[in-house]
């Protein structure tokens, strides 16, 4: 009886140790890809900004010509 449950409680503790390392895996994976996505909307926020500032900015004109007439 003392080894069935010794047996039991040994199995119960090597799965919750492997199902704690599946849960800390697949975490790391998501974090993984949800940084990866940050990243590409920042990259693509960045680039619409600068999209938006240049087309708001005059054109740049060289204020020092002197016209001869």
Known sequence: ?????????????????AYAIYLRRRDAAARR????????????????????RSAARPEKTDQNVTVDR
């Open 1 to 17: 009886m003392a080894v069935f449950l010794v047996c039991a409680v040994a199995a119960f503790v090597i799965a919750f140790v």
């Open 33 to 52: 890809a949800w940084e990866q996505h940050c990243n590409e909307q920042a990259l693509a926020n960045n680039a619409a900004l600068a999209a938006r």
